[in-house]
């Protein structure tokens, strides 16, 4: 390779000259001529500043066609996505095996194709006989699904550059998938990488619509690249547990949509139903009240759902270590509440074993909860129902006062349309359009009382 030459400068003038001299023969000044570094053969082969094509830019106000998006046939579906499928977008779903994520998107491929979308799915687990024994089983033996087997990303994009850009392309699983223009085993970090950019490519370019399935690992995360979920549009995880018959669909991540909003479903003989009214699926449906018992009306998204939580309280002989035991909230939660219950309200709960209940199976997060927590702790110890056709919401603060939740008249007004009849929350809030027979509460002492006294 030929050595790089030497160029000198003159400060004053700019004049390029190839050896030094005293004075500059442009400008006639004395001791201006500088050497400039020269250029390294890595700077030479890595100068990106030229050589490329002009990028056009687009003023952020230009009018343009929106995309329009494709309902997915099942309305739980839309509403986690924000409305439907995005022409062009990557959507990542993760879930647990066996959670429904084939039945999922083999029911929305199937509806799709149905409306008259051409619809791919490629399946590199299953054999596409057992596919179709499954599609069977559920009913969709007829859908015009184009189904292949297969685990080579050149192949699939060789046979859809060959035919017309399908409306929705489902790859089931990406961890399946391999490039022969990569080195290492399917499921490796860089042929996860690199297939999915492969994919997500191809779907841009083209303007469909394109979901991947990911595997989970043993803590629930999809397993993988981080840079994965940063590559796509959409990350969406299927939760739920196997003994329960409900299934949430709840988006992670979403470039076009809220990231808030969930989609309940129902496991059925004859695949995944939509599940309208999540709360009767979380609510025992009993007509006595029992003690231990309070609902506290949820919010996921924009949806308020009603679950029960239950309590119980076992008083224990003196000298016996009492058990904590929490399923579905927060453990740490749940010893603070105690904690302000004995300072603040002056109850005992030293001496006895305390279990906690989320009922259905559903998991709470909300510190909106609190109340109703309190409360079932409050009526089990006492042994006292609380009040019939009640809902229970408010954060309690370390000084025991119940503090404001968000979107409160929302809840009031989901738990008034299923018939409950008082709710008790924060003073701050007002619960009169809700036609609810409402009751503020400003401290905890203000609870314990009411429940004591059994208003």
């Known amino acids: 390779m030929a050595k790089p030459k030497k160029r000198f400068i003159c400060q004053a003038c700019g004049s390029v000259h190839h050896r030094w001299q005293g004075q500059c023969p442009d400008c006639a000044e004395w001791n201006t001529l500088n050497e400039e570094a020269p250029a390294t053969v890595f700077s030479q082969k890595h100068d990106l500043s030229s050589g490329g094509r002009a990028v056009e830019f687009v003023a952020l106000d230009k009018p343009g066609e929106v995309p329009v998006r494709q309902s997915t046939g099942l309305a739980e579906f839309d509403r986690a996505l924000g409305g439907g499928l995005v022409p062009g977008s990557a959507i990542l779903m993760g879930g647990d095996p066996g959670i429904g994520k084939s039945t999922l998107l083999l029911q929305a491929t199937a509806a799709i194709a149905r409306a008259g979308r051409q619809c791919v799915y490629v399946s590199g687990e299953e054999a596409t006989a057992q596919v179709r024994m499954r599609a069977s089983r ?133 695949g995944l139903e939509e599940v309208e009214n999540p709360s009767m699926l979380f609510l025992s449906g009993r007509q006595e009240q029992l003690a231990g018992s309070a609902v506290f009306p949820a919010i996921e998204g924009t949806r308020p759902v009603l679950v029960e939580i239950q309590a119980l309280i076992v008083r224990l002989q003196s000298g016996a270590t009492p058990r904590r035991a929490v399923v579905g909230w927060d453990n740490g939660r749940m010893a603070m509440l105690l904690a302000v219950l004995e300072a603040r309200c002056g109850l005992n709960f030293s001496s006895a074993e305390v279990y906690l209940n ?98």
Request: glycine share 12%; charged share 20%.
């Open 138 to 270: 559920l009913g969709l033996a007829d859908a015009p699904v184009k189904l292949a087997s297969t685990t080579s990303v050149r192949d699939i994009l060789t046979t859809l550059g060959g035919m017309e850009a399908p409306g929705l392309l489902v790859i089931d699983s990406i961890q399946t998938m391999h490039s022969d223009t990569i080195e290492g085993a399917p499921g490796t970090v860089s042929q996860v990488r690199g297939c999915a950019f492969e994919l997500i490519r191809y779907a841009k370019e083209n303007g469909v619509a394109l979901v991947l399935v990911g595997h989970v690992t043993k803590d629930g995360s999809i397993a993988g690249p981080r840079v994965l979920e940063h590559m796509v549009d959409v990350v969406m995880s299927f939760e739920g547990e196997r003994s329960h018959q409900y299934r949430i669909l709840r988006a992670l991540k979403n470039r076009f949509g809220a990231v808030d909003e969930i989609g309940v479903f129902s496991m059925a003989q004859e």
């Open 358 to 455: 989320v009922a259905g199976g559903y998991r709470l997060s909300d510190p909106a909860a609190d109340l109703a927590v309190a409360a079932a702790l409050v009526s089990a110890l006492a042994d006292k129902p609380l009040p019939q056709r009640s809902v229970w919401l408010g954060e309690v603060s370390l000084a025991g006062e119940i503090r404001p939740v968000a979107h409160g008249a929302l809840r009031l007004r989901e738990a008034a349309k299923l018939g409950f009849e008082r709710g008790y929350g924060p003073s701050e809030l007002d619960g009169g359009s809700s036609k609810l027979k409402y009751g503020g509460l400003t401290q905890l002492a203000n609870l314990v009382d009411r429940i004591m006294g059994g208003a």
